[in-house]
């Protein structure tokens, strides 16, 4: 009874990792809808004023088939859900942990500023009295 519930569980908790699929899916649907939409906008302006409505429901349309087709595809379907699986068992940082590796960046990027800083007005400081002693 308790693993049948943990199956009908619908919270993103509960989906596990498949939620990054679902949700990857569903962005692509919505990336091939505005494409297509767009592309269609473009078009249609070349023939005459473009129709909203028939735009956004071809796009919609074409968007889910999209995400349909990539959802049934044999060789796409058991990819996509291998690299999900992969990534849930990626080690994330915590927050503590990228919040330092960010200062080391910052800090260091302030550092290599300054030292290139330095370089270029050396290097300008020297050219200036090459051209300027010709």
């Known amino acids: ?26 962005a692509a649907a919505l990336i091939v ?16 004023r473009p129709n909203d ?32 699986t992969e990534l849930g068992k990626v080690t994330w940082p915590t927050k503590k942990e990228t919040y330092y590796a960010t200062i080391v960046v910052l800090v260091t990027s302030v550092i290599a500023a300054i030292i290139l800083g330095v370089f270029d007005a050396m290097w300008s400081y020297l050219t200036d009295l090459i051209y300027l002693s010709e």
């Open 1 to 26: 009874m308790a693993v049948e519930q943990k199956s009908m569980d619908a919270s993103p908790a509960g989906l596990g990792v498949n939620r990054y699929l679902y949700f990857g899916y569903a």
């Open 53 to 84: 409505w028939a735009l956004i429901g071809g796009g919609a349309v074409l968007g889910v088939a999209a995400a349909v087709i990539g959802w049934r595809h044999p060789v796409l379907a058991p990819l996509s859900k291998e690299i999900v």
């Open 33 to 48: 809808a505005v494409l297509v939409m767009k592309i269609g906008e473009f078009v249609w302006a070349l023939f005459g």
